[in-house]
Every structure is written in structure tokens, then in C-alpha cells.
């Protein structure tokens, strides 16, 4: 149930409203808006009469939220989210390009990525300190220290920055130096670790499941906001199938489905969905088509040498290209 309060209600009425929910054995979650504030009812055991807060002071209307996901449908924040990081913002019409290698491997590396990134139009840098890898014989990642660097490159560039958190144990420290947090499709549904990015002061990022449902992806991100973190920005970033010729297979049809379901920002990684670096500009293009909110590509300045991801990563030169066709398809759809 979602409890809309009238434009002109008094803090006090709104305290009233969430008093009689929590007399009822619920939890009241304010949720401001542009010019109102809304009251979601969760956790309820039984079935919510409408007419119980309908006539309370202040409250506009009660709407019973059909949906399992409640503080993520789009039924509780019509007009969409809108998510600031520094300087960018996530979810107001314009595409958010983030770009950057898969793994930070160097100062040097990171940093000769981030001037590419920065001088082709990106608006964020990835890179991961920890890395899901595989196999335990693979580059795990520089850790704090690549996290270190991260903060150099966000200093430098003006960039903010996202990264993985791999685990709660590692959780505090990428707080600390993260402007997004990231979590990876391995963890979609680590509810642990969803509850701690809940209660996180950070956007989270929550990449799609490799395996997963759009309903199943919802449901994982309604674990964070229900600790009370509402900036989480959803990834799609290709389900696994069958076929042989992309590592995944990129799913665009969820982008129209979940900015239908829901209010949250949704980005598209295409190149976790293909593994290809021939197949990623294709895709990025075709993310720019179907209105994702903004793109996340690997970049790197020597692919070849890459400690992961190499083969899927663009060169500098080919993200230039793609960064300004992104632009223009942008163009064309505001035109039209
Ligand atoms: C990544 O973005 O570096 C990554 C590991 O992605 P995913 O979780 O989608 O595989
Ligand atoms: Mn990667």
C-alpha cells in the first residue's frame, strides 16, 4: 500500500500517518517526492483495508501496490528516479556513458584509461579493486591499493568512480572510496550483502543476475531500498543462453520492461554481454536505440595485455567513435 499525502500536508500529519501504520504491526517508509511525500506500508502480515488511512489528515489517497516489488515499482514514483553522482546525473534523459577498464591493474594504466575516457565525453570511470573471477589463479584485483588509485583518478579527472564489492568483508572499505557501488551479476542475490548496500550512504549499481528474471531482479534490488538506500541503479548486462558466438546474450527487451515496472535507472553493459569487442559497439549503439539511461563499456589502452577482460575491452580510438554516435542517436530521438 502506498500513501499519498497531500501537497499541503504538515510534517506532523505525516508523523500521524506513519504512527497508525506502525500501530498496526507495519513499517512506514517516507518516500519524498518533487512536491509530496508518499508513505510506503511494508512488511505488512495481512492484507491492508485502504479505508483504514484514507481518512487520516493530510492523506490524499491510498493506493494498494499490486506489485511484489513495492518501493521499486514505478506505481510508488511515476515520474521515475533521478540519481546524483557529483556532478552527473542518473535517470534525467540524458544517456550516462561509464567507462573504463574491466580490472584497475596500475596507477599508470588506470590513469592513461581515464584521460582517454574523460577526453571522449565519459561521465563516470569503472574499475575493479576486487574481481569475481573464475578462476582462483586469475588476477583477483589490486585491493585497497587499486581502490587508492580509483580516489587519484576521480581527483585528477573529475570523474566519479564506480567498483565492485565483492563481499560484507571488504564492503566498508569500498565505501569508503566508491562514488557507485557495484554489484556484480554473481551477487545479485547475496542478500547479505544486498541488505549491507542498503544501509550503504552510496548508489549502489546492481547488475543483473546472469541467470535471473527481470521479477527476481526487482525483488533484489527492493532488499536495498528496503534498508533505506532508494539510489540504486539497475545493469543489464546479458543472461546466459545457448548460443556460442557472445559469452551472454544481451537482453534489451528488459530495458522498455523494467522502465515500465519500475522508477529506478536502468544502464546497459554490453560488453559483459558479448565478450566481444566487434559485437560491443553494435550494442552500445543499440542501448542508445531502446532508451537505456546510460551505457557501461570496458575500455583499455593495451587490450592485449589486459589482466582480464582484454578481448571484450574497446580500444581508446573505437570509444571516441562510439561515445559520439551515442550522442547522435541521442539527437535523433529528441528530434523525432
Ligand atoms: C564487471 O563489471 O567487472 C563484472 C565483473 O561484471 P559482471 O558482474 O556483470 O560479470
Ligand atoms: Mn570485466
Known amino acids: 500500500m502506498l500513501i499519498v499525502m497531500r501537497q499541503d500536508a504538515s510534517q506532523k500529519q505525516v508523523e500521524d500517518v506513519i504512527k497508525a501504520v506502525e500501530a498496526r504491526d507495519c513499517k512506514a ?17 495481512q492484507a491492508l483495508d485502504e479505508t483504514w488511512f484514507q481518512e487520516l489528515p493530510g492523506v490524499k489517497q491510498a493506493i494498494p501496490v499490486t506489485r511484489p516489488y513495492k518501493l521499486v515499482s514505478r506505481e510508488t514514483r511515476p515520474e521515475g528516479t533521478r540519481i546524483q553522482v557529483g556532478n552527473v546525473t542518473i535517470g534525467n534523459g540524458r544517456m550516462v556513458i561509464i567507462a573504463g577498464p574491466c580490472a584497475v591493474e596500475s596507477e599508470i594504466q588506470a590513469m592513461t584509461i581515464a584521460k582517454s575516457v574523460k577526453e571522449a565525453g565519459g561521465d563516470m570511470f569503472r574499475g575493479g579493486a576486487f574481481k569475481p573471477r573464475t578462476s582462483p589463479y586469475s588476477f583477483q584485483g589490486l585491493g585497497e591499493e587499486g581502490l587508492k ?19 560484507l568483508a571488504c564492503f566498508d572499505m569500498v565505501e569508503e572510496y566508491a562514488d557507485v557501488i557495484q554489484i556484480g551479476t554473481r551477487n545479485m542475490q547475496n542478500f547479505s550483502l544486498l541488505r549491507r548496500a542498503g544501509q550503504a550512504e552510496k548508489p549502489v549499481f ?8 527481470v521479477d527476481e531482479w526487482l525483488m533484489a534490488a527492493e532488499y536495498i531500498m528496503a534498508e533505506g538506500n532508494s539510489n540504486v541503479i539497475l545493469c543489464e548486462r546479458g543472461v546466459r543462453t545457448f548460443v556460442r ?23 546497459v553493459d554490453p560488453s559483459h554481454a558479448a565478450g566481444f569487442r566487434d559485437q560491443v559497439i553494435p550494442l552500445a549503439r543499440s ?26 575491452s574497446l580500444y581508446p580510438e573505437q570509444f571516441e567513435l562510439l561515445c559520439r554516435q551515442i550522442r547522435a542517436i541521442e539527437k535523433i530521438l529528441k528530434d523525432y
Open 206 to 213: 546492481l547488475k543483473r543476475g546472469m541467470s535471473a528474471t
Open 287 to 312: 542501448a542508445a536505440a531502446v532508451s537505456a539511461n546510460g551505457i557501461m563499456i570496458e575500455v583499455h589502452n593495451e587490450p592485449e595485455k589486459a589482466m582480464s577482460d582484454g578481448v571484450q
Open 149 to 167: 588509485i580509483l580516489a587519484k583518478v576521480r581527483e585528477e579527472f573529475d570523474l566519479p568512480v564506480v567498483t565492485e564489492v565483492m563481499d
Open 29 to 45: 517508509r517516507p518516500i519524498p517526492g518533487g512536491d509530496r511525500v508518499s508513505i510506503a506500508i511494508l512488511f505488512n502480515k
Open 245 to 267: 558466438h557472445s559469452r551472454n546474450t544481451l537482453d534489451l527487451s528488459a530495458v522498455p520492461v523494467v522502465q515500465r515496472e519500475s522508477h529506478l535507472p536502468i544502464i
